[in-house]
């Protein structure tokens, strides 16, 4: 159990966000999104996942016309503001549930959809990335939550990004993780796009993979193998549906930069990235920690885009770290903090070519 800064009143979800709902049902539906790099038939991770899909709840809205869920696991005796998660491409609420048994004793966690991500008409790829920031300032009043830690990965770090920029007193901390889209994205996400659009699944499965785990033989990459393996097995086996939703997430992709000009401040925030990401290279998550007044820099030894699963254990001990206020230096798993927002040379700007 961690000790909470002196001060700071004990934080719980309200009664209104506890009530009983549908929980398993509607998310089942969707099917698993990220999956587990191996199958358990039984043991205490069984029993573990089991109790947390017992005490899960899952909360159904709608903002705008489009629908969109969250899940909901509550911490009885918090130490920290609750943690949101806003789930990234080709996600969804249950991409998250392995990482229960790091944070639920310490946080109420909650996984946010991106509106429309599962309904049969997604947001068109007009509407940018606000509306997404938009939709979570609607979930957290209908939650009665005034200030939340949250985490975005991957493509959920461009609503996360554009959320703080527009709502910073309604955040504690921030995190964004894998967070930092340049033009080997853009031009990736356009390939994502021309095979969805051709409902060649294999091919589109192949390319997320490509873009996603580092395949230079000279790099070290935990769990390589077994993560390409388990990502190739899922994302090519879309179905039809989830290809619709797919090609109107990688049309936003094309379409809208991941971030906007103007800085960040008052927002204790960590940027963190792999080691070895080629789509979300240190350098561009470097220079997004630039923009960011106080932020600390780091990356992920021996890992890539998909940190989360190719260290999943020393992942969730760094959120749960910084969203305790644990110090981070000296973790064997990642390379020096920095704290690149001082430096002359990065100027307050989107990054270059989205």
């Not at 090519?236 to 989830?242: D, G, Q, R």
């Not at 920690?289 to 254990?313: K, N, Q």
Request: hydrophobic fraction near 40%.
């Amino acid at each position: 159990m961690f000790k909470r800064p002196d001060g700071i009143p004990p934080v719980h979800l309200p009664a209104y966000a506890r009530r009983t709902v549908e929980q398993v049902g509607a998310d089942i539906a969707r099917g698993p999104a990220i999956p587990s790099l191996c199958r358990v038939t039984g043991g205490s991770e069984n029993a573990i996942m089991a109790e947390s899909f017992a005490a899960e709840q899952i909360r159904q809205f709608s903002y705008q016309g489009y629908a969109f869920a969250c899940r909901i696991l509550e911490c009885p005796a918090p130490v920290t503001e609750p943690i949101v998660v806003l789930c990234g491409a080709f996600q969804n609420i249950r991409s998250y549930h392995r990482y229960d048994r790091y944070w639920h004793d310490s946080a109420t966690v909650i996984c946010m959809e991106p509106p429309g991500s599962y309904s049969p008409d997604p947001v068109p790829r007009t509407v940018g990335y606000g509306f997404d920031a938009d939709a979570l300032a609607y979930l957290l009043d209908e939650l009665e939550l005034p200030r939340i830690n949250l985490l975005g990965v991957s493509l959920g770090a461009a609503p996360t990004h554009r959320f703080a920029q527009e709502y910073p007193e309604r955040l504690a901390r921030l995190m964004l993780t894998g967070a930092a889209w340049g033009d080997s994205a853009r031009r990736g996400a356009g390939e994502l796009a021309h095979w969805l659009g051709l409902r060649r699944a294999d091919e589109f499965g192949r390319t997320m993979v490509e873009l996603c785990v580092n395949e230079d033989p000279t790099r070290t990459v935990r769990n390589r193998k077994a993560v390409r393996r388990a990502l190739l097995e899922h994302l090519s086996t879309a179905s039809e549906a989830e290809m619709v939703r797919y090609l109107a997430v990688a049309q936003r992709l094309v379409d809208h930069p991941a971030t906007l000009p103007g800085r960040i401040s008052g927002i204790p925030t960590l940027c963190v990235t792999g080691e070895h990401d080629d789509l979300a290279p240190p350098g561009l998550a470097r220079r997004m920690a630039a923009g960011i007044d106080g932020a600390a820099f780091t990356t992920i030894r021996e890992t890539c885009h998909v940190s989360f699963l190719e260290r999943p254990a020393d992942w969730a001990d760094l959120v749960l770290r910084f969203f305790t206020d644990q110090p981070l230096d000296g973790l064997d798993y990642l390379s020096a903090l920095e704290h690149p927002a001082g430096r002359l040379e990065h100027e307050e700007t989107a990054s270059p070519g989205w």
